[in-house]
Every structure is written in structure tokens, then in C-alpha cells.
T-cell receptor, first 113, second 113 residues
């Protein structure tokens, strides 16, 4: 079945540091890929998405590129802020007509001033 | 605010009991999804409804059931509760059946004592 693997956290960074959270996937066909963010005590929010190979999703300074050859969708940000502290989930949906999400286990990011 | 509402926010109950979690999707969304988030299993898809009909099932126990009503709100019923059912239960909604962004509610935290 489909699966998503993300790097384990927590990832601890100082403000203005560069961020990379690795995500790889296993899926049949051509899935759509997502990054969701969960702030403390809140539900999940869509951060960015990519629906086909070589697409780059971007939002709020975060970027991720859909790499079919390496089955990866790594999340990057050039300069993190304290307000970016949250749990980040990589996820996919199979393009089969049903958009149920398969999530990775999540990576906690802690940014200190 | 995603526009998806869930009640109650917190629920504390005893083993063997039955509870009902309620979800109201965003206005106009026809598809509702239920997810369970626990420390050991991560985020798992449980079940999906579209316009009142069950459309996809994930790792949902037989003790759990759900339905979507004509006004499109959904309820998740959990019975014969066990300690291991303690988790965050999220509802999400999307406009159509497949290939869409899902908007998540704030979740219901269930504690089984």
C-alpha cells in the first residue's frame, strides 16, 4: 500500500537558520503530494501541495518540489522564525478519485530566538 | 479558521462506554473524512462519506461507525471503548469526491480512563 516516510524529530533550529525536512513516499501511479502543518492545540492546515512531477509548491516562504525519480517531496525554508514552531506532516493522495490522505508520522520543529 | 467545526472539544469517559463525535463540514463541501491521531499510530484515515454515502474505509475498527446526514454533518460513533482508543479525532471536508484539498477541524480529544 501507499506510505510516507519523514525524518524523525524534533528538529531544533535557531531563528533565521535554514530548514530541510525530508519526505519520501511509496505509491502506485502518480499521487498528489502535500505538506500540512499543525500548530500546538490546533487542527491541520494545508501548507503547500504539488500534483505532478517537477511541480514546486510554495507558501509562506516554504517550498517543496515533487521529485518522481527519487520519490521525494522535501520541505525547505531559507530562514525560519519562532512562529514556524509546529509539527509538519508530509502526505499523499492517490489520484484514483478518492482523496483519502496517507500521512507520514510528522516532524516537530522547534525554533528558538 | 478552516470552517469545519467539531464538538465536543474534549471528552473524558470510561472503558466500555459509547460516545458520539460530531462534525460540521465547510459550507458547500460534500465530502467528509474522519482521521485518528495517536502517539503510537500517528495520523490514520478512518472513513469517508460523500453526500450521505460511505465511499472509502481505512483502518476503522468494527466497534466504530459513522454516518453523514442529509444536512451533510457527520457523526462518528465509538463503542465498547478501550484505553487504546484515547486519541485526537479529526474531521476534514472537501468540495468533491477526489483530488481536492481537505480542510481540517480542530479535533476532539478523547480520553478513555
Amino acid at each position: 500500500g501507499d506510505s510516507v516516510t519523514q525524518m524523525e524529530g524534533p528538529v531544533t533550529l535557531s531563528e533565521e537558520a535554514c530548514l530541510t525536512i525530508n519526505c519520501t513516499y511509496t505509491a502506485t501511479g502518480y499521487p498528489s503530494l502535500f505538506w500540512y502543518v499543525q500548530y500546538p492545540g490546533e487542527g491541520l492546515q494545508l501548507l503547500l501541495k504539488a500534483t505532478k512531477a517537477d511541480d514546486k509548491g510554495s507558501n509562506k516562504g516554504f517550498e517543496a518540489t515533487y521529485r518522481k525519480e527519487t520519490t521525494s517531496f522535501h520541505l525547505e525554508k531559507g530562514s525560519v522564525q519562532v512562529s514556524d514552531s509546529a509539527v509538519y506532516f508530509c502526505a499523499l493522495t492517490a489520484n484514483s478519485g478518492y482523496s483519502t490522505l496517507t500521512f507520514g508520522k510528522g516532524t516537530m520543529l522547534l525554533v528558538s530566538p | 479558521d478552516s470552517g469545519v467545526t467539531q464538538t465536543p472539544k474534549h471528552l473524558i469517559t470510561a472503558t466500555g462506554q459509547r460516545v458520539t463525535l460530531r462534525c460540521s463540514p465547510r459550507s458547500g463541501d460534500l465530502s467528509v473524512y474522519w482521521y485518528q491521531q495517536s502517539l503510537d499510530q500517528g495520523l490514520q484515515f478512518l472513513i469517508q462519506y460523500y453526500n450521505g454515502e460511505e465511499r472509502a474505509k481505512g483502518n476503522i475498527l468494527e466497534r466504530f461507525s459513522a454516518q453523514q446526514f442529509p444536512d451533510l454533518h457527520s457523526e462518528l460513533n465509538l463503542s465498547s471503548l478501550e484505553l487504546g482508543d484515547s486519541a485526537l479525532y479529526f474531521c476534514a471536508s472537501s468540495l468533491r469526491l477526489g483530488g481536492n484539498e481537505q480542510f481540517f477541524g480542530p479535533g476532539t480529544r478523547l480520553t478513555v480512563l
